[in-house]
């Protein structure tokens, strides 16, 4: 019996010394002020963020007369304010504004356009009461003047012209149309015209206009056009005289619809499409687009545009997120994961930052402050593995709301020269307790089958002996 007292004690003893061991190691955990007890709770991802603020209850929201629309964060990608804003409409003439874009992606406005006959056949399609430019077969005429046309004038005879001249005919034209569409985040957009034809065909949404519209006055020299007052055409091969162009854009060539900010858009109107009317403008380097469809009449949609555009930028903040505001919490990280890692045969071989650039929230919301985390909840670190990479959620954290605005990469690398002792060791950043724990059951269980083992094998001996003993009577 004293041989087992001692093998149980010494059992005991190797178990408390490794569970001291594994506590000490535990002091290394990342401090609770930078792990949230339940990080997953509402935080709000960068795909949620483009519609939450759809949510919100907001006062004072201007009231809109067009069928639907949309206020458009374009810094951010966040829907500010919308009505059926992903329902296919009739664009009309709004339609120009991709046709618009292809021509001065693809083309030199110093290239000269001739007139095909095929051209022409099609321009004789033009419904009558349909603006044209007057384009005739055989005219040679500049990119840079049928672009003008096509912007001030809403000409559709040009707007026809720059796309079959792009494509050979319209319908290959509607294709590159749809495409580009595509290509630019567009998801219910389909184009059967290049003007902007009356038909149930030829549809988008404000959503998807916004985007267009955006992709041209960002990346093109769009805006420069769209906010020209007037433009002259010069004489051409068929046309004597010189072609005077007033920009029909009341934004540009009214002052009571004049807006400071305005960058560029078109108007729209057939007897199916009603009203149309898309814009963008820009204050403090801060991108709005704004798109109604079938509005009741023509000034209508310039009020609802400049109700939505104030609105947008008063009672909307739109944030810069920098690495800078991040650098203490990194840092942070960079030290507490060092120092984790510390008794292991691993390091902290390099970080990076990935952000969103903007985040847009209510100014009442931005008003009351912020604070930034970096979530740390399901960083897990394997021991056994060379190199490995955790990435760390970065949150931007308001009194009611979280938003998920970017990932700390961390890489993780093997210690030069280091041999391994202990592959099968996993490290848990927030939660070593319940490794303590598994350790505890499993030690217990091995404990009691040293026990059971220990007592099988005093029976046995007990066993033995009393058949020695019955031997030695029988002698």
């Not at 110093?110 to 005219?139: F, N, P």
Request: net charge negative; aromatic share 8%.
């Amino acid at each position: 019996m004293k041989l087992f007292s001692k093998r149980i004690t010494a059992c005991l003893t190797a178990i408390l010394l490794t569970l001291t061991s594994l506590w000490a190691f535990a002091g290394t955990v990342i401090s609770a002020e930078t792990i949230p007890d339940d990080p997953n709770d509402g935080i709000i991802t960068a795909n949620e963020r483009k519609t939450d603020l759809l949510n919100e209850t907001l006062e004072n929201v201007p009231k809109v007369n067009a069928a639907s629309y949309i206020l458009y964060d374009a810094t951010s990608g966040t829907i500010l304010l919308g009505k059926d804003y992903d329902v296919q409409k009739e664009p009309a003439s709004m339609t120009k504004v991709m046709t618009i874009l292809l021509a001065l992606e693809r083309l030199q406005e110093t290239d000269i356009v001739t007139v095909t006959h095929d051209m022409a056949v099609a321009i004789k399609s033009i419904e009558k009461s349909y603006v044209r430019l007057g384009l005739q077969e055989g005219e040679e005429i500049s990119v840079k003047d049928l672009i003008y046309a096509c912007v001030l004038k809403s000409a559709n005879d040009a707007s026809l012209v720059l796309g079959m001249y792009m494509a050979g005919t319209e319908h290959d034209f509607c294709e590159l149309m749809n495409s580009r569409a595509v290509d630019i985040g567009c998801t219910n957009t389909h184009f059967s015209s290049a003007y902007g034809v009356s038909s149930p065909d030829n549809v988008t949404t404000p959503y998807d206009m916004a985007l267009i519209l955006n992709e041209a006055v960002t990346t093109t020299k769009y805006p420069e056009i769209a906010k020209t007052l007037n433009y002259t055409i010069s004489a051409t091969n068929k046309y004597s005289s010189e072609r005077e162009l007033t920009n029909g854009n009341r934004f540009v060539s009214t002052t009571q619809y004049g807006y400071e900010y305005y960058l560029g858009g078109k108007t729209g109107f057939t007897d199916s499409a009603g009203y149309t009317l898309c814009a963008a403008v820009k204050k403090n380097n801060r991108t709005l687009v704004g798109c109604v469809f079938n509005a009741a009449d023509s000034d209508v949609r310039y009020a609802d545009l400049i109700k939505l555009f104030d609105y947008g930028y008063s009672s909307f903040t739109t944030v810069e997120i920098t690495e800078s505001e991040f650098t203490p919490l990194v840092d942070e990280t960079h030290k507490q994961i060092t120092q984790l890692l510390a008794d292991t045969n691993l390091y902290l071989s390099d970080h990076r930052l990935i952000l969103d650039p903007y985040v847009t929230t209510t100014s009442y919301r931005a008003q009351l402050g912020s604070t930034n985390r970096i979530d740390l909840s399901k960083a897990v670190i394997d021991t056994s593995i060379d190199h490995q990479t955790l990435e760390l959620p970065l949150c931007k954290v308001y009194a009611d709301k979280t938003y998920l605005i970017g990932t700390l990469v961390v890489e993780i690398d093997k210690k030069a020269g280091v041999v391994e002792v202990n592959p099968e060791k996993l490290t848990n950043l927030t939660n070593v307790k319940s490794i303590l724990i598994t350790f505890a059951v499993l030690s217990g269980l091995i404990l009691l089958l040293v026990i059971v083992l220990l007592i099988f094998r005093a029976r046995v001996i007990k066993h033995r002996r009393e058949e020695a003993t019955k031997r030695a009577n029988m002698l």
